[in-house]
């Protein structure tokens, strides 16, 4: 988030846990989040207490209480990153985590780095898979055939699939991840370029960084469901 969203996103938690939470219940609710808070039962400013204990903590935290409070408009996409960003911390799939970080964070500031981050985030999640089925990588360490060689071991490939209407999803899903590999070798900040570079903004990146969460969660989800014993 940037430092003004990040405030405003505060404000807003401050604001409505001001309105229906006496200083109790605030401690109650944000103690629930890890937080430490002060052993008080009246304060003289709630929505400046609660900004001063959510001032210090981690974009995530202040996220997930925004998303369960149902007050951040974006509430859909936050949800399916704190999905994703807790599916890799709880595995401990630390490269794929440092890979997305950067896509996120990178989003609205560096959109050419945001996209070249996403692709490595698909990569890294790909050869993760590879590494699970102790199976070697494709000798083209690129998107298309890890994305293919992930979607085999997984029983994700359209071909290995009789209904019409799931193939189809499955094709999509891997046109997708394809196309944003090759976005990233044409456009993206991980190679040079010449004169007739296209120049990406904002609203692609974002494209790219939800489809690759989509893409991710959907691939580590199937892994975890059906090949990790309970």
């Known amino acids: 988030m940037k430092p003004n969203e990040r405030f405003n996103l505060i404000t807003e938690i401050a604001l409505k846990l001001q309105a229906e939470q006496n200083t109790t219940g605030i401690n ?38 925004a998303s369960d409070q149902g007050i ?3 509430r859909k996409i936050v949800k399916s990153k704190i999905d994703f960003s807790y599916l890799l911390e709880s595995n401990q799939l630390h490269s794929v985590i440092d890979d997305f970080n950067r896509a996120y964070e990178n989003l609205e500031s560096d959109p050419e780095q945001s996209n070249a981050s996403a692709s490595s985030t698909l990569e890294s999640i790909c050869k ?15 998107m298309q055939p890890l994305i293919s060689k992930a979607y085999k071991l997984l029983n994700l490939s359209p071909d290995q699939h009789a209904d019409e209407h799931i193939k189809k999803i ?53 892994y975890y469901a059906n090949y990790v014993d309970k």
Do not use: W
Request: charged fraction near 20%; proline fraction near 3%; glycine fraction near 8%.
């Open 128 to 142: 993760s898979i590879c590494d699970f089925f102790e199976e070697d990588y494709p000798k083209a360490l690129h």
């Open 72 to 74: 951040y408009l974006l």
């Open 28 to 65: 109650i609710l944000l103690s629930g989040y890890g937080i430490q808070t002060d052993t008080v039962d009246i304060v003289p400013s709630k929505r400046i207490y609660v900004i001063d204990l959510l001032k210090s903590q981690p974009n995530k935290v202040i996220l997930q209480i």
């Open 170 to 222: 499955l094709g999509g899903l891997n046109s997708v991840a394809t196309g944003i590999g090759t976005l990233r070798s044409k456009n993206s900040s991980a190679h040079g370029h010449g004169i007739k570079k296209v120049r990406l903004s904002t609203r692609h990146s974002r494209l790219v960084v939800n489809s690759c969460m989509t893409i991710g969660l959907f691939i580590l989800e199937t």
